[in-house]
């Protein structure tokens, strides 16, 4: 019996994770959820799943979570908040596995405490990984526990590495489906909507990581976490972009083999993959290798997604340079969806804001956070004097 | 430093066995060669690596050998000859590590004694797995000691097998090139020619295997293999046609991941993965993924290529069925080679030798040898009938 606390359970791997653990009742056992802004998801979450402890993001709504579980005869679930409340279910002494899935730098130091609790941590959070995965990567050595990725990529090099030891891998390919823009000029960038942008062709994720994957940021980001959890340069992680997303990612060995990964497109693979490692269980997410019928490849254009170029400077420096790349994205990329700057003022806005910020180490979630504080008002900065223009010219 | 014997040095597999223990020195020593009819062959090798023993097939070349190395100041090199020579080659107290290159049953008692030795085998004898791979495999596992396949779909299952464990395999997946008939339509079969069969789209090999290619029965003998050498049942091992034969197999687990393996098409990768086994080292053997452009597949066509279906067939049966159909494909396929029946009559004869064989399980090499030669027989008489006719008409 896996006992599990999520980190971000109504978002949608925290869900997700759900969905197996229900699939699997003698397997997995629900401890500690944290949740977000969503009381009522929470309260049904609370309410399915009895655990011990439940954490919501803020007082008020702890307050009324508190209250609606009282109701329910359920007052033996403990409410919390805030990022000490997430803390709380990160470190829950019951628990044995954590999902880490809050999404952004409010996972980070959840997350953090899990790994330093000597928990198993399964990681769908991105910036845990971009940001301060240097930090959390060292911790989850020192404590000799795995941190096991969950998103399809690095979950296909987790299952791709068992071929061979760390040190007989040459390089990791991750592979790219392209997204939406793939075949669209350049030339034709700067009349990208946002509804173009938000329709990725494989997969259907969050608002943030769909404009991500258009850029090719997402990749770029990936490149990075690649680095971090698999202790490799960036000089030794590829992309190669594969439209049909059918091959999720390969590990080239020192021999010359090469193993890939194929599965369907459904997080919920990863997930069990993650919560039952090193053991594999049956599951009904089967992929119709007999209706296979063709595969195609080509490199990634880095002119032409100048993102994923400022992903690789950025992974080559580490520290603040990848918590800047991340904070300016976000900051970036909510623009864009707001209408404030155009899809191919995305990677300026990034780039100026890496240049800016220092390249000094990070020693602890603190200065992570100090440091994508001072990104994210750089970046804004620029978002605004690139919106002034439009707005006098109108 | 890994001490080798080779059955079957002059042969191709056993020549690239050669090349990779010249490309790493202080890894690999050649102990013992058994060589085939070719005396300079065998003596320029002896030359080369001066093992301490040499065994060839006849006892007058074995006196030539003999001769010829005592003349070049090699007379410390033990020279014996004949399945006993080739024997001792197997069973040496120096070698630790066995490749099975003799092909045809010629190979069988050599690899089965090396196995029981308590050798680690290499094996490359299709015929081994095929026609005696019951006895083989239980010997292995008695011995404790694992049979290493050095064919490129084997042994890429092998290397995908390491995502798992056995019992978390849902199925075997062996990729086909299809040959060079994948696209001839079956009513052009009757007139296929000996050089347009031997006409393989992606590998050099030897003639009997080339055509066992162009009938799919060869991908018909690696089902078979698969089964003895993984322990699984014909119904859990599938066939993909993949012209490219740029992934050489695949592995899918129960829980719906599938590991796939990528190299170039170059034997000497499998031996090497073999010999170095469980670790993998440095080679020069780089597939080019950045290139990759496109992947095709279909399924196999078994109205089409017969062959196929009457391996899975004898695969279901086991012992005598799966010995018939190795011994009438080689008669059928010799017979083909020397004009004597056409292309689509292949199919006809071991089916006809197949039904006509006993179902019984097979308890020695003395046995497999008993129902191999009554195999051939059999083969041999439907070859004459087939022919028969023609010669009247002519």
């Not at 119709?288 to 490199?299: A, E, Q, S, T």
């Not at 994923?308 to 900051?331: H, I, P, Q, S």
């Amino acid at each position: 019996m896996r006992r599990i606390s999520i980190l971000g359970s109504t978002g949608s791997i925290g869900r997700s994770t759900l969905t197996v653990a229900d699939a699997y009742p003698d397997r997995f056992e629900i401890v500690a959820l944290a949740a977000g802004a969503n009381v009522d998801a929470a309260f049904e979450q609370a309410q399915r799943w009895k655990p011990r402890l439940v954490s919501i993001a803020s007082e008020k709504n702890a307050d009324l979570l508190r209250t609606r579980l009282r109701q329910a005869g359920l007052s033996e679930i403990e409410v919390v908040h805030g990022n000490k409340g997430a803390v709380k279910v990160a470190t829950l002494p019951e628990a044995d596995f954590v999902v880490s899935a809050i999404v952004g730098v409010a996972g980070l130091e959840a997350t953090y405490e899990a790994v330093k609790a000597g928990k198993t941590v399964g990681v769908a959070n991105k910036e845990c990984l971009v940001a301060a995965g240097e930090l959390i990567t060292a911790e989850a050595r020192k404590q000799g526990k795995p941190l096991l990725p969950i998103d399809s990529e690095h979950n296909a090099v987790h299952q791709c590495l068992r071929g061979g030891r760390m040190n007989e891998v040459e390089r990791v390919w991750l592979t790219a489906s392209g997204g939406p823009f793939l075949n669209t000029p350049r030339s034709e960038f700067k009349n990208i909507t946002v509804e173009q942008a938000l329709n990725h062709p494989t997969w259907k994720m969050g608002k943030r990581i769909t404009i991500d994957s258009a850029t090719l940021m997402n990749k770029g980001f990936e490149v990075i976490e690649a680095c971090r959890l698999f202790h490799i340069p960036p000089s030794r992680v590829d992309v190669l972009v594969h439209p049909q997303s059918t091959i999720h990612s390969m590990v080239e060995f020192i021999d010359g083999s090469i193993l890939a990964q194929v599965s369907v497109t459904d997080m919920r693979l990863p997930i069990l993959y993650a919560l039952t490692y090193p053991e594999r269980i049956q599951s009904d997410m089967r992929f119709d290798v007999g209706n296979l019928r063709h595969l195609d490849f080509c490199p990634p254009d880095m002119n032409k997604f100048p993102c994923l170029r400022l992903a690789y400077e950025a992974a080559k420096v580490g520290g603040a340079k990848t918590v800047a790349l991340n904070a300016a994205d976000e900051v970036a990329v909510a623009a864009f969806l707001e209408g404030a700057i155009r899809f191919d003022e995305i990677p300026g806005i990034i780039e100026e804001t890496v240049a800016a910020s220092n390249s000094r180490e990070l020693e602890s979630i603190a200065q992570v956070l100090d440091a994508d504080r001072a990104a994210r008002r750089y970046a804004q900065e620029k978002v605004q004097k690139s919106a002034e223009p439009r707005a006098t010219s109108v």
